[in-house]
C-alpha cells in the first residue's frame, strides 16, 4: 500500500512538471513570435528609411549643388541666400546620415570606415562654406576653385556610397539571418509544443478513463456494500429462523412438563428437550464455525483414531431419521484406506453430516450410502518433518436414489473457491447453514468437492479430502475376518444401488457377490450365502426359498419383515445402518470352522 502510495505522488508530481513544461514552451514561443516581428518591423524600417537612400540622396544633392554652381551666371545675383539654400540641403542629407538610428548603423559598417568618410566629406563641405560666402556677395572669382573641390569630393562620395551598400546588405542578410533562425526555433519549438499538446490529450483522455473505470468500482462497491447489508439482513433473518425452530420446541416441551404427571410421558419430552437442545447447540457451533472460516481463524486440530468407527458413527447418529422415513443406509470403507488415520475427524464429522442431512431431505424412499475410498487426486510431496506422516487424499462419497435438488440450490453449490473471480462460498441462505459450512469446510481443508444430480434419480457428492498415515498406529484387537477359501454369495435386492454396496461389503470379507435384479428367488448356482432384501416374488415364492437353501445349508441374512418372521427358519435380521462392523461377527460365525479338540488315550 506504500508503494503505491509513492507511485500516485510520483505520477501526480510528473503531471505538474509535464504541464509547467508545455506553459514554459508556450511562453518561449510567443516570445520569439513577438520579437521575431518586432525586430521584422525595425528591420524593415532601416531598409526603407535609412542608410541606402540618404546615402544615395546625399551623392544627388551633391549632383545637383554642382549643378546649380555650373549654371550660375552674373545675372543670377544677388543670390539672396539661394546658394546656402542648395548648400543646406546638401548638409541635410550628410546629418541624416550622422545621427540617429542611420548613424548608429552607418557606424557598424566596414568597421568605422564609413564614418571616417562621412567626416571628411562633412568637414570638406564645411571648408566650402567660406567661398560659398563670397559667391552669395557677389564674387564669382572663387566658384571654379567651389567646383574643383567639390568634384574632388566625387570619389569619397562614391566609395562612401558603395561601402553603405555593402555594409547594408551584409545587416540585412545578417537580419534575415537571425529572423529564419528564430523561425526555425519557432517551428522547432511549436513541433515539440505540439507533441506535448498530443501528450497532455493522450494523457486526459487515459485520465478520464481512470476516473470512468474509478466510478465504476465506486457504483460496484457501492452494490457489494449494498449487497453485504441485505446479506447480512438475510443472514439474521436466516439465524432467526433456525434457532426459532428448536428453541420453541424447547418452550412447547418445557410447557408440557408442567402438565403432566406420567414419568413416561416425561421421560419422552425430556428426551425431546435434549433433541431440540442438541440441534441448538448444533447451529450456534455452526454459525460459530461460519464466522471464524470467514476470519480464516479456525482451529484445526488433527488426532489419529481408527477410521471405520468414526464414520460409522456418524451414520448411527441419523439412524431415528432413516427408521422414521424407511431408508436404507449402507457404510462402506475401503480395505485399501489405512485402519488408523490422522485428521481432524470433528470436521470431517461435519461434512459427513451436513451431506447426509442433504440426502436425507431429498429422499423420501430407497437408500443412501457413506462410502470412503482413496481419491485419485495427487498431492505433490513436501519435505516432511521429523514425526509426520505420508500426506495422502481419501475421498467421501455419499449418494441417494431420491428425488435430486432443485437446479438453483446445484448453481449455488457449484461454487469453487479455489478457482480466480469465484465467490467464497454460497450464502446459507441459499443452500441451508449445515451445507453452508460444509462447502466452506472442505475448501478450508484444502480438498475439493463435486457432485452430480438427476431429477428422480437421485445425487452423488464426492469430497477428497488430505490426511496423513500414523506412524505409530495403536495395535488391533483382533485382525480382519476374511473367507478362507472365496465363498460366493446371491444378493436379492430391486434397489440396484443398494445391492452393490452391500456387494462392496462382502467383497472386503473375500467374498463375491452376485445380484439378482430383479428379485428372483431361484437362482441355479450353489452359493454359500444368500442376502434377501427387497422383492416382489417372496409372497409367491418365499418360503419355498426358504425350504431349498436350508436343505443345502445355505446361510440366509435377511432385512425383509417377512423373511426375518417366517417361523422354522434360521434366517439371521440384518438392520440398518448396515456397516462392516455389523456383517463381521455374523460372517465370522458363519464361516468359521470351529477347531476339535484332541483326545488322549488312556
Not at 68 to 91: N, R, T, V
Not at 501 to 515: C, P, T, V
Request: proline letters at 4%.
Amino acid at each position: 500500500m506504500k508503494n503505491k502510495a509513492w507511485f500516485s505522488r510520483l505520477k501526480q508530481w510528473s503531471l505538474y512538471g509535464f504541464i509547467t513544461l508545455i506553459l514554459t514552451i508556450t511562453l518561449a514561443v510567443f516570445a520569439i513570435i513577438t520579437y521575431t516581428s518586432d525586430s521584422s518591423k525595425n528591420n524593415g524600417r532601416r531598409i526603407f528609411e535609412s542608410s541606402i537612400w540618404n546615402a544615395l540622396q546625399l551623392q544627388v544633392q551633391s549632383y545637383r549643388f554642382i549643378n546649380y554652381l555650373i549654371l550660375l551666371e552674373e545675372e543670377d545675383h544677388p543670390l539672396d541666400g539661394k546658394a546656402y539654400f542648395e548648400f543646406d540641403l546638401l548638409m541635410s542629407r550628410v546629418d541624416l546620415l550622422r545621427v540617429g538610428e542611420v548613424g548608429d548603423l552607418i557606424r557598424t559598417f566596414e568597421n568605422g570606415r564609413t564614418s571616417r568618410l562621412l567626416n571628411i566629406i562633412n568637414g570638406e563641405l564645411e571648408l566650402l562654406s567660406f567661398h560659398l560666402s563670397k559667391i552669395e556677395s557677389g564674387d564669382l572669382a572663387y566658384l571654379p576653385s567651389l567646383l574643383e573641390r567639390l568634384q574632388s569630393l566625387d570619389d569619397q562620395i562614391n566609395e562612401f556610397i558603395t561601402l553603405v551598400n555593402k555594409g547594408s546588405n551584409e545587416f540585412i542578410t545578417a537580419q534575415n539571418d537571425r529572423l529564419q533562425s528564430n523561425l526555425n526555433i519557432i517551428q522547432v519549438l511549436s513541433i515539440v509544443l505540439l507533441t506535448l499538446l498530443l501528450c497532455l490529450c493522450f494523457f486526459t483522455i487515459k485520465v478520464f478513463i481512470e476516473l470512468k473505470a474509478t466510478f465504476q468500482r465506486h457504483s460496484k462497491l457501492q452494490a457489494s456494500i449494498q449487497a453485504v447489508h441485505e446479506d447480512k439482513a438475510d443472514m439474521l433473518s436466516f439465524i432467526t429462523q433456525e434457532i426459532r425452530s428448536p428453541a420453541s420446541a424447547i418452550l412447547g416441551v418445557a410447557h408440557s412438563l408442567k402438565n403432566t404427571s406420567s414419568h413416561q410421558e416425561a421421560k419422552a419430552l425430556s428426551k425431546h428437550v435434549e433433541e431440540s437442545g442438541q440441534q441448538l447447540l448444533q447451529t450456534v457451533e455452526m454459525l460459530s464455525d461460519l464466522a471464524l472460516i470467514d476470519a480464516k481463524k479456525l482451529d484445526i486440530t488433527p488426532t489419529t483414531e481408527f477410521l471405520q468407527n468414526q464414520i460409522e458413527r456418524c451414520m448411527w447418529l441419523f439412524e431415528p431419521q432413516l427408521t422414521r422415513k424407511s431408508l436404507y443406509s449402507v457404510v462402506y470403507i475401503d480395505p485399501l484406506l489405512p485402519k488408523f488415520i490422522s485428521l481432524d475427524f470433528n470436521r470431517i464429522r461435519v461434512i459427513i453430516t451436513a451431506l447426509l442431512q442433504n440426502a436425507i431431505a431429498h429422499t423420501p424412499s430407497g437408500s443412501i450410502s457413506l462410502q470412503i475410498r482413496p481419491s485419485s487426486l495427487v498431492i505433490t510431496p513436501d519435505p516432511l518433518q521429523e514425526g509426520q506422516g505420508t500426506t495422502r487424499m481419501f475421498q467421501i462419497a455419499i449418494r441417494d436414489t431420491g428425488l435430486g435438488m432443485s437446479d438453483q440450490l446445484q448453481q449455488s453449490l457449484r461454487i469453487n473457491p479455489a478457482l480466480p473471480m469465484q465467490q467464497e462460498g454460497p450464502l446459507p441462505s441459499a443452500v441451508g447453514l449445515s451445507l453452508a459450512l460444509c462447502h466452506k469446510l472442505v475448501y478450508f481443508l484444502e480438498g475439493q468437492m463435486h457432485f452430480s444430480c438427476a431429477s428422480q434419480t437421485g445425487c452423488e457428492f464426492w469430497v477428497d479430502l488430505p490426511y496423513q498415515e500414523a506412524n505409530q498406529a495403536p495395535a488391533e484387537k483382533s485382525p480382519r475376518f476374511q473367507c478362507s477359501p472365496q465363498k460366493h454369495a446371491l444378493i436379492i435386492e430391486t434397489d440396484t444401488h443398494l445391492a452393490k454396496m452391500i456387494g462392496l461389503q462382502l467383497a472386503s470379507f473375500n467374498i463375491h457377490a452376485s445380484l439378482s435384479k430383479e428379485g428372483y428367488l431361484h437362482e441355479n448356482k450353489e452359493y454359500d450365502l444368500i442376502i434377501l432384501g427387497n422383492t416382489p416374488h417372496f409372497d409367491r415364492d418365499g418360503k419355498e426359498a426358504l425350504q431349498q437353501w436350508k436343505s443345502v445349508s445355505c446361510a440366509v441374512l435377511s432385512y425383509h419383515p417377512k423373511a426375518i418372521n417366517t417361523i422354522g427358519y434360521s434366517v439371521m435380521p440384518l438392520s440398518f445402518p448396515l456397516t462392516q462392523s455389523q456383517l463381521e461377527p455374523l460372517l465370522r460365525t458363519l464361516f468359521t470352522v470351529p477347531t476339535i479338540p484332541k483326545t488322549t488315550n488312556t
